[in-house]
């Protein structure tokens, strides 16, 4: 199976990244254009979902019109930074239900460890999408999306701000069936793994933790 890869292009996207990018943003105006953007990406990942038709009246005639065929979503955010792009998936689908996915890096593996994991019941049942701002190396990305499998989830997206073609690349061959939707595609990874040219420490500049 080809893993389908989604660079969102719409002129708005591309120009609030470039928004969020600019060191000199504010901690508000970054978390601000995240929340913007996250509606286009949920717009693209949440594209075909199911309608059915239900009989309304306008105030002109009756009619039938389409609303959601009642699909059961779950947004996982990958904590910390994930949580940035939840509210925007929430307003968009506001009876999703809501898991989340704590990983850290072992400093021995240098492999990410799971230290926080709670996911809505029915997973199995359930269009599953994985919220992470940053694929980067996509290490923990990957582990995500496999401890979200091993609990039973079948039917899972990826949503992300920015990626770098290293993290597509070993994300889409570990899960070759899990679409990944994105703002951008960057240059490459720096030798601490941080994207380039990419925003810093996205968790930092949305909530304000960067020292100094
Ligand atoms: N995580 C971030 O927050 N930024 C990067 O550039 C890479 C990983």
């Known amino acids: ?16 990244l470039t928004l969020m990018r600019r060191k000199e943003a504010s901690t508000a105006e970054f978390r601000k254009l995240l929340r913007e953007i996250g509606l286009f990406l949920g717009y693209e990942v949440l594209r075909d979902l199911p309608l059915s038709d ?13 609303v959601l065929a009642g ?26 239900r809501v898991g989340q996915v704590g990983l850290a890096r072992d400093e021995e593996t240098l492999q990410p460890t799971r230290y926080f994991f709670k996911v809505p019941k029915g997973i199995d049942k359930r ?6 701002p940053m694929l ?36 889409t061959e570990a899960h070759p069936d899990v679409q ?3 703002a951008s595609i960057d240059e490459k990874l720096n030798d601490k793994a941080y994207i380039v040219p990419g925003l810093g420490d996205a968790g930092d500049r949305l909530f304000g933790t960067k020292e100094g």
């Open 1 to 16: 199976m080809n893993t389908s890869v989604t660079v969102v292009d719409h002129p708005l996207v591309q120009h609030k």
């Open 180 to 182: 990944v939707v994105t």
């Open 127 to 132: 269009l599953t999408v994985v919220l992470d």
């Open 71 to 96: 699909k059961k979503l779950a947004f996982i955010s990958v904590l910390r930074a994930g949580d940035g792009l939840l509210g925007p998936m929430l307003d968009l689908v506001p009876s999703a």
């Open 136 to 171: 980067a190396t996509g290490h923990s990305a990957i582990r995500a999306v496999q401890e979200l499998k091993d609990a039973g989830a079948k039917d899972l997206r990826f949503v992300c701000l920015l990626a770098a073609p290293e993290g597509i690349k070993a994300f």
């Open 54 to 66: 239900v009989q309304i009246e306008t105030p002109v005639c009756p009619t039938k019109s389409p």
